[in-house]
């Protein structure tokens, strides 16, 4: 009996009744934080209301401090406006520190599904996962143009910079799918936003975040990257639409 409720207790951490624990912890990943229980380590502060299970299990901002909680609340983080672009709007008052650390608040709207993450809809995002192995290639990298490309998003060590590094590090991240999710999210809406505006266009469209997934910041506007799009677009098509 006992090792039946221990088996029990870590198929609930994974699925409760049938609920995907990443897809409960959306309010999480679409701030760039990661759930976790308290009793481990985190690189900024922990939030409550953002993620599923005990009250002891929250979300890990990076870079976030206690003082925050305005900014986290409207859906923005805070940064230094001098060292970091914001695809969207800076707005004052919202964050702790001096006056250049303000609250990053970004396109919202847009894709089915997209949860405010900036028109970056679950069905694009998962269209991605699978042109890029995703569960294949969990814990695994493989050689790419000389560099090595990991996990079940094929993140690179640049990527996973851009992304605010979330987890321990980059090849650790890669090994877990929440973490490769979290760093993929924030790293489609610190660039993928950007792609619309330089473009003319007031939202981001899957394309243009399949194409900086594949690209990098500049790849929606790279020819390079069309053929990585169609791919995208016939997994878009099967599932109803991106």
């Known amino acids: 009996m006992r090792g039946f409720l221990v088996i029990s207790l870590s198929a609930a951490l994974v699925c409760l009744g049938g609920l995907d624990v990443t897809t409960a912890d959306t309010k999480c990943l679409q701030r760039g934080g990661k759930c976790q229980y308290t009793f481990n380590y985190c690189t900024g502060a922990f939030w409550s209301g953002y993620c599923y299970g005990a009250s002891n299990r929250r979300c890990c901002i990076p870079g976030s401090k206690s003082g925050d909680s305005s900014c986290i609340k409207k859906g923005g983080h805070c940064m230094d406006d001098r060292t970091n ?16 650390r303000r609250c990053c608040i970004e396109g919202s709207g847009g894709g089915r599904n997209s949860g405010g993450s900036g028109g970056f809809s679950v069905e694009c995002m998962n269209c991605i996962c699978e042109i890029e192995g995703c569960s294949r290639n969990l814990g695994k990298c493989r050689d790419d143009k000389g560099s090595d490309s990991c996990g079940p998003f094929q993140i690179k060590s640049p990527y996973y910079t851009d992304c605010y590094k979330p987890g321990s590090d980059w090849r650790s991240c890669t090994k877990q799918m929440g973490c490769s999710k979290i760093c993929v999210v924030a790293y489609m809406r610190r660039y993928g936003n950007r792609c619309a505006r330089m473009a003319g266009r007031s939202q981001a469209t899957c394309q243009d975040f399949a194409r900086v997934h594949n690209g990098g910041p500049k790849g929606c ?22």
């Open 85 to 100: 672009s914001c695809d969207g709007n800076y707005q004052s008052g919202y964050c702790s520190g001096n006056s250049h």
């Open 221 to 242: 506007f790279r020819t390079s990257t069309l053929d990585y799009w169609k791919k995208i677009l016939s997994c878009c098509v099967r599932v109803g639409g991106c």
